[in-house]
């Protein structure tokens, strides 16, 4: 098991952020802001090596510690009912940490092989007192796929509610030359293979953080050749050396020693690109697809800059949710009240120009910008993360002239499974 000091954390953290910050105080200030993902192991690491963290910061790990017990309960009691869901990330990473250290937690990611299944779990969940925040729907590997998004609030009011995410697909790539997979390769049976190749994905939503430098340092460390090779040959399938090569060139310049995986990177990296290519060659035959495709990604990633947003908002407005569906765009939903929207299976139904799902835990209104006209909703109640923006309210790009209906949470920003801190 690899030996993770606080001094390794701050040079992690000054590679990732470029700060080198002199003070304890200063450190944390910076970690904070910039990658929050890290605060709790680097509070737990100066604790185990017998810093006085004083009463709030004590207060704030222990509150971290519980979070992780309440998850691991949660874990153990979701693995007993669906011992054929499969955990991306989270507890298996954070098992692999040195004793005493914590891993910040933000939810748990499960993927369910067998989507009926998927609708039970959240169907449980749903009697347990969670509750449906988000939802997104996509075509992909010719089906219909989601995410639901569920939460459920802690005993302190004014710490993060706990989440879940239960999806129909384990990994998202940038659906231009990095397609959705609906299925995991068989090498990723072993958890090392597997939560390397969701950290590697987590690349196209957003540029690596100092969490992920430690974790694919718990993953690789000391594993055996066979176990590289393995990685190897799943990153190939999947055409990730590029990015492996991006987080291989970061941890060099790490305080760890993490193995390289076997092969000629560079040969590897270039036939990754190749496929690549002629994965979105391949997407030519739908031209309008793949432009909204790469707009929207822009708009998610936050690469797409002031032309590109207002491209984004000139054709979503022109296009109805279900042309947007069909056209190879996630779909973001917000849970609607009302038992008539219940269905044995999965429905999408459109009227008035707005596009409904229909499922067994509930109503869900579909949307691909990030707003929708309130008068459409033909008097629905939303119960996820929508609210009503003020007619008139600025924008990046000026203020708006016609009224504004509900806007949904996270806006164009919200992506299909990337937020910060993840799994």
Request: overall charge negative; proline content about 7%; some cysteine.
């Amino acid at each position: 098991m690899i030996e993770l000091t606080s001094g390794d954390l701050e040079e992690v953290l000054t590679l990732v952020t470029g700060q080198q910050e002199e003070t304890p105080g200063e450190i944390l200030h910076v970690a904070r802001r910039e990658q929050p993902s890290l605060v709790a192991t680097l509070l737990s690491a100066w604790e185990r090596e017998g810093r006085d963290l004083g009463p709030a910061l004590s207060h704030e790990l222990r509150q971290q510690r519980a979070r992780t017990d309440f998850y691991r309960g949660l874990q153990a009691g979701l693995g007993r009912a669906w011992p054929e869901a499969v955990p991306l990330k989270g507890l298996e990473v954070a098992d692999r940490y040195p004793d005493a250290l914590v891993r910040y937690m933000n939810d748990l990611d499960y993927w369910f092989p067998q989507r009926d299944r998927l609708w039970e779990a959240a169907g449980l969940l749903l009697a347990d007192g969670w509750s449906m925040h988000t939802a997104t729907f996509m075509l992909a590997g010719g089906d219909l796929q989601f995410l639901l998004s569920l939460r459920r609030l802690p005993e302190d009011p004014y710490a993060l509610p706990y989440g879940i995410e239960l999806s129909t697909t384990p990994l998202v790539g940038d659906r231009i030359g990095v397609p959705v997979r609906t299925a995991l390769p068989a090498l990723c049976a072993d958890p090392v293979v597997k939560n390397l190749v969701a950290l590697l994905f987590e690349r196209f939503e957003q540029p690596y953080r100092a969490r992920d430098l430690v974790d694919a340092a718990v993953l690789l460390t000391g594993a055996p050749r066979r176990l590289l090779a393995s990685c190897a040959l799943a990153v190939h399938e999947l055409a990730l050396w590029p990015e492996y090569a991006e987080l291989a060139a970061l941890l060099e310049e790490s305080p760890f020693t993490v193995p390289r995986l076997p092969g000629d990177e560079r040969a590897l990296v270039r036939a990754s690109r190749m496929w690549r290519r002629a994965t979105a060659a391949s997407g030519l035959r739908r031209p309008f697809g793949l432009a909204v495709t790469a707009l929207q990604n822009g708009m998610m990633n936050g690469s797409a800059g002031v032309l590109g947003r207002r491209a984004w908002d000139a054709v979503s407005r022109r296009m109805s949710p279900r042309a947007a569906l069909d056209a190879g765009l996630p779909l973001f939903a917000l849970p609607v009240e009302g038992d008539d929207l219940r269905a044995e299976g999965l429905t999408l139904i459109e009227r008035d120009g707005v596009l409904w799902a229909h499922t067994p835990v509930g109503g869900f209104v579909l949307v691909h910008g990030d707003e929708i006209d309130e008068e459409l909703l033909a008097g629905a109640k939303v119960t996820g993360g929508m609210r009503e923006e003020p007619q008139g309210e600025k924008t990046a790009d000026g203020v708006r002239e016609e009224p504004q209906g509900e806007k949904a949470a996270g806006g164009e920003h919200e992506e299909p499974r990337g937020k910060e801190d993840r799994g």
